[in-house]
């Protein structure tokens, strides 16, 4: 069913074009991403699906009955009722419902009614009808509902009837978006949700929407987030907006082998008509072939010509690099407590960090990631405990806040006054990398946006040439792209980093140890963020199956003296070596496919088949590359029986 559709919509800010016959449909069950850069015009397409935007032109269509919920970029929810109040408006209707019942059910009690069969069955036939209705509407598990959006989005440690008025802005964000999932609308609108929530609140958040009845349109700048969440992408790009298939890995594939189509198809194109243009050139004087040249002008003339398909839009250009090495020690920590005010977030803190390693900081929200890393820049002083950097070690530092950055300077000077022996082009190019050109340089800091002000933060970092980086929360506020430059930039930097981030792909990329802070210690995984989470799991089932160790107490049941312990950690074992290696081959197969469909379409083309040699050196790479695929595919298809036995 269709819920919604957006036709030939056009949007203007005075003279400036926002978006130009922009074209949308969302059916029931799809999960939509919209992506594109920042200022494309993403949040002011979805303000004006949710009608709270006006257009100049196009068209909205959508069902009376169809409902929208919309949860926009930094909405804090303002109550002055308390936590389970204000979750409980979300339910009026069907509360109002439950007291229409018990209303029925004491008339129904009364020794009047009771004797009286006609009024009895009038009321009677009511009681069934609403009870019907209360029951489809979710009365008897609204609480339950409640409760697990609440424990899923991180408020099971809060007393329910705390005021709203007294929680923080990150947390009325979350509150807003636990009411605006308990109301269930057909539409969810999501403008970057995954905002102040930490890891794990964010897989319970994917959970919730992979499982969610109705239709998402989300605008997110997290990778993964989107790569497990949505089907299908809408690109914004130069104010208009295209379709694809698939989640967000799908869609970069299917973008690049387009762009490859367009270019190749305007390279033959221009290499058609520039031959057809000398031909005219060279014979439409001459009697003989003028009649040919003359045909050959009406085909140009009739010829649709292409433009050369533009690409991305410009990105940022920026890398990392260093003054000098640091010793191999870089920063020891030792039994360190972190807070503020004398009151504890985090204790017992012991680790290392040596030259050149990237170290991911992990953790709930709230057990002080930030922290720590302001205690170690000697902005906060820490409880107890200790620390010590490194010989020659030079320190950058970004602020997830921007508290650094001066807000009533220009973007010119912010960069400038640093560095004033430096003359106004370099500076300007220095910010011209980071996308900051033209007139963009005299604007003031304070009228920034969040992903300008992140860049201008980080051409400053960029400039200090320092060999320790520590990050907290870099990729807030960046686009997607912007995100793709930092992280090429950061896998090539050489020196060493600590950072902070809820961004699993940027960690995965990023991250060659990771460190899961708590609030009593640290533990460390030597690895990126899929290796953690393997670790993980591996803990999990190990913690469960010592559980029913204890509690069933088996005594020997095999010739080996394993125990019945010992034997399902085993295959536990064996189980998850299993699912690597498929998902190893699938990636395998996936990259063999498309050799195979390559080659394929070389031996189409004229200027091979023609040519024996390279017709034959194909044909061996293609039964090469299919013989690997048979035997690749034998193997899944055999370890895919083997874990439906399990």
């Known amino acids: 069913m269709i819920l919604l559709q957006v036709n030939q919509l056009t949007k203007r800010y005075a003279a400036d074009l926002i978006l130009s016959n922009i074209k949308l449909e969302i059916q029931t069950r799809d999960r939509v991403a919209l992506v594109g850069r920042n200022g494309t015009g993403k949040s002011t397409l979805l303000k004006i699906i949710a009608g709270q935007l006006s257009y100049d032109s196009g068209d909205i269509i959508k069902p009376k009955d169809v409902t929208i919920g919309y949860l926009a970029q930094h909405t804090g929810l303002e109550s002055s009722l308390s936590i389970w109040e204000e979750m409980l408006t979300v339910f009026d209707t069907v509360r109002k419902q439950e007291v229409q019942l018990r209303s029925l059910e004491q008339q129904m009690s009364d020794p009047s009614i009771y004797e009286n069969q006609t009024a009895y069955d009038r009321i009677l036939r009511e009681y069934d009808e609403l009870q019907i209705l209360f029951k489809d509407s979710g009365g008897y598990q609204y609480e339950a509902d409640i409760r697990s959006v609440l424990h899923g989005l991180h408020f099971e440690q809060f007393d329910y009837d705390t005021k709203i008025s007294t929680l923080s802005g990150g947390q009325k964000t979350r ?188 953790g709930p929200n709230g057990v002080g990631k930030s922290t720590l890393l302001k205690t170690l820049i000697k902005n906060l002083d820490p409880i107890s405990g200790s620390f010590q950097f490194g010989t020659n070690v030079s320190i950058s530092y970004y602020d997830q806040e921007q508290a650094r950055l001066t807000s009533n300077k220009t973007v010119l000077n912010e960069l400038w006054d640093e560095y004033p022996m430096k003359n106004e082009k370099e500076i300007r190019t220095v910010l011209g990398n980071f996308l900051f050109s033209g007139e963009d340089v005299l604007k003031t800091v304070s009228s920034l946006s969040g992903g300008e002000k992140a860049r201008l933060a980080l051409s400053k970092i960029m400039m200090e040439h320092s060999n320790v980086l520590i990050l907290d929360e870099p990729t807030n506020h960046l686009d997607l792209d912007s995100k793709e430059v930092l992280e090429s930039a950061l896998i090539d930097y050489p020196g060493t980093l600590l950072f902070v981030s809820h961004d699993r792909y940027f960690i995965n990329r990023i991250a060659t140890k990771v460190i899961e802070l708590s609030k009593t210690g640290v533990a460390v995984y030597l690895g990126d963020y899929d290796y953690y989470q393997e670790k993980l799991q591996e803990q999990e089932e190990l913690e469960l199956l010592e559980k029913q160790e204890q509690e069933s107490k088996t005594s020997v049941v095999s010739t080996s003296d394993k125990t019945s312990f010992q034997i399902d950690k085993e295959a536990k074992k064996v189980e998850r070596q299993k699912r690597r290696r498929i998902a190893e081959l699938e990636d395998q197969m996936e990259v063999l496919e498309t050799n195979i469909q390559e080659l394929e379409e070389l031996l189409c083309l004229p200027e091979i088949f023609q040519d024996h040699e390279k017709v034959q050196d194909i044909q061996i790479k293609l039964e090469d590359n299919k013989h690997k695929l048979d035997s690749m595919l034998e193997e899944w298809t055999e370890l895919e029986d083997e874990l439906k036995q399990v």
Do not use: C
Not at 185 to 198: K, M, R, S, V, Y
Not at 257 to 270: N, P
Not at 312 to 323: P, V
């Open 175 to 362: 509150l807003a978006l636990a009411k605006l999932l308990l109301s269930k609308p057909n539409i969810l609108i999501l403008d970057e949700p995954t905002n102040h929530l930490d890891i794990e609140t964010l897989s319970w958040l994917e959970s919730y929407l992979q499982s969610y009845e109705g239709a998402i349109l989300i605008v997110s700048h997290d990778r993964y987030f989107l790569d497990r969440v949505v089907n299908q992408v809408y690109e914004l790009s130069r104010n208009y907006i295209k379709k694809f298939v698939g989640n967000y890995s799908k869609y970069l594939e299917q973008k690049a082998d387009e762009y490859e189509r367009d270019i190749k198809a305007y390279e033959r194109q221009q290499q058609e008509v520039a031959k057809l243009e000398d031909f005219i050139q060279r014979n439409i004087a001459r009697a003989s072939t003028t009649k040919m040249a003359q045909s050959r002008r009406k085909k140009l003339e009739r010829m649709e010509l292409m433009d050369r398909p533009l690409g991305d839009e410009k990105s940022a250009t920026f890398g990392f690099s260093i003054e000098k090495q640091s010793g191999n020690d870089v920063l020891k920590v030792s039994d360190l407590a972190i807070g503020y005010d004398g009151e504890i977030l985090s204790e017992d803190l012991t680790f290392s960090l040596n030259r050149g390693e990237s170290i991911a900081l992990v």
